[in-house]
T-cell receptor, first 117, second 112 residues
């Protein structure tokens, strides 16, 4: 149980285009989903926290107009990188917290490797 | 806010030896401490967690201990195997929020 999927697993795009990444909780409903960014050999950096049906809360320094987050249902959250540039190239990972969890356990997806040319 | 320090950054052991990774946290209100294993190119996998009302938890070769007074918690892996080689992250969650705060990670290498 507690499986989180991400799609796509990797994507290459041209500078200036937008890319959408999907995060799904497959066997549980998630009150909260989180989006992280990870650079090579570094830790996970929280980008934003999203709750179903409400606006995402972004961490300081993360541009909300550039990283659009939509949490339309209890099993799906999407991250759209708008007007992507090479510096946006990174490993993006989502996680989800089950509805039944009182301690907000987080289960992570497999990640999406974004390369912007 | 919460701050999590993790040591060592790299750890090399021989197969069969034990490995210990230590983390300290700053927020005394934190109540949840998970450990994640991340293999290259994959997302973090939750391997064990402990809550603030428990001092120790064990799952086969993996154990976690928590010292609330000293605000530190440790991951213990016994009888290490080459497949244990990965990056391990500790994390803490402050009672005031829902986001996990991660340590910087420990690269564990188990040689056979």
């Amino acid at each position: 149980g507690a499986v989180v999927s991400q799609h796509p697993s990797w994507v290459i795009c041209k500078s200036g285009t937008s890319v959408k990444i999907e995060c799904r909780s497959l066997d549980f409903q998630a009150t909260t989903m989180f989006w992280y960014r990870q650079f090579p050999k570094q830790s996970l950096m929280l980008m934003a926290t999203s709750n179903e049906g409400s606006k995402a809360t972004y961490e300081q320094g993360v541009e909300k107009d550039k990283f659009l987050i939509n949490h339309a249902s209890l099993t799906l959250s999407t991250l759209t990188v708008t007007s992507a540039h090479p510096e946006d190239s990174s490993f993006y990972i989502c996680s989800a917290s089950p509805l039944y969890s009182s301690y907000n356990e987080q289960f992570f997806g497999p990640g999406t490797r974004l390369t912007v040319l | 806010g919460e701050n999590v320090e993790q040591h060592p950054s790299t750890l090399s052991v021989q197969e069969g030896d034990s490995a210990v990774i230590k983390c300290t946290y700053s927020d005394s209100a934190s109540n949840y401490f998970p450990w994640y294993k991340q293999e290259l190119g994959k997302g973090p996998q939750l391997i064990i967690d402990i809550r603030s009302n428990v001092g120790e938890k064990k799952d086969q070769r993996i154990a976690v201990t928590l010292n609330k007074t000293a605000k530190h918690f440790s991951l213990h892996i016994t009888e290490t195997q080459p497949e244990d080689s990965a990056v391990y992250f500790c994390a803490a969650r402050s009672q005031a929020g829902t986001a996990l705060i991660f340590g910087k990670g420990t690269t564990l290498s188990v040689s056979s």
